[in-house]
């Protein structure tokens, strides 16, 4: 992967999975947001022919659209696309894994209507946690625009009260961009 824009908080994002898990063998991540798919792209070509995806969206416009990306630009098929709230996420899970990919808000040229919450992604998170391995990590990537920062209240209220033992909490702000930019929340399990 290219030198990525640490501003650009989705490159930042891959950066950071990919130093930490490329050349790994049977990885497992979710895409607990598919959208256009390119997140879930990225993690199946980190995954690799061995590795395994589950990527959520309750939209079928999402769904369809990464299921075309995919098909276009991977050769092997190491996924699962699942049209369903990431709320209900531990209903698919039956393994640990290594790491969660959330970019939340609405799915980009669809209805803005129809976004993330709050008490959705906070009830999701709560799943995906029992199921990180070691070391795993969960990735957040906020935008305050979509309902004027509820949901990254919500987040940054339930992942403040994590147990300082088992976890620790990363808030990534831009301080010196204007118009609201996104912010970053990483959860690392340590015990």
């Not at 930490?20 to 497992?28: A, E, P, Q, R, W």
């Not at 999402?62 to 209900?88: Q, V």
């Not at 009830?123 to 309902?147: E, M, S, V």
């Given at each position: 992967?290219?030198?990525?824009?640490?501003?650009?908080?989705?490159?930042?994002?891959?950066?950071?999975?990919?130093?930490?898990?490329?050349?790994?063998?049977?990885?497992?991540?979710?895409?607990?947001?598919?959208?256009?798919?390119?997140?879930?792209?990225?993690?199946?070509?980190?995954?690799?022919?061995?590795?395994?995806?589950?990527?959520?969206?309750i939209q079928q416009?999402?769904?369809?659209?990464?299921?075309?990306?995919?098909?276009?630009?991977?050769?092997?098929?190491?996924?699962?696309?699942?049209?369903?709230?990431?709320?209900?996420?531990?209903?698919?899970?039956?393994?640990?894994?290594?790491?969660?990919?959330?970019?939340?808000?609405?799915?980009?040229?669809?209805?803005?209507?129809?976004?993330?919450?709050?008490e959705t992604t906070?009830?999701?998170?709560?799943?995906?946690?029992?199921?990180?391995?070691?070391?795993?990590?969960?990735?957040?990537?906020?935008?305050?625009?979509?309902?004027?920062?509820?949901?990254?209240k919500d987040i940054?209220?339930?992942?403040?009260?994590?147990?300082?033992?088992?976890?620790?909490?990363?808030?990534?702000?831009?301080?010196?961009?204007?118009?609201?930019?996104?912010?970053?929340?990483?959860?690392?399990?340590?015990?």
């Amino acid at each position: 992967m290219e030198d990525g824009k640490y501003g650009k908080l989705v490159d930042f994002v891959h950066m950071l999975i990919e130093q930490s898990y490329c050349g790994k063998d049977n990885l497992k991540f979710i895409d607990a947001t598919c959208g256009n798919g390119f997140d879930t792209l990225f993690l199946c070509k980190t995954a690799g022919k061995n590795g395994n995806v589950k990527a959520f969206d309750i939209q079928q416009q999402a769904i369809e659209r990464t299921n075309t990306l995919l098909n276009s630009n991977l050769e092997f098929i190491n996924y699962e696309l699942i049209l369903n709230s990431h709320e209900f996420i531990s209903n698919y899970l039956n393994d640990n894994i290594d790491a969660a990919v959330f970019n939340l808000g609405y799915l980009p040229f669809s209805d803005k209507a129809v976004a993330t919450k709050g008490e959705t992604t906070v009830k999701a998170i709560q799943h995906i946690l029992p199921f990180l391995k070691k070391d795993g990590r969960i990735f957040i990537t906020t935008y305050i625009t979509h309902d004027t920062g509820d949901e990254i209240k919500d987040i940054y209220n339930f992942l403040s009260e994590l147990d300082k033992s088992k976890y620790n909490v990363l808030h990534i702000n831009l301080i010196n961009k204007e118009n609201t930019p996104p912010e970053l929340f990483i959860v690392e399990k340590n015990a």
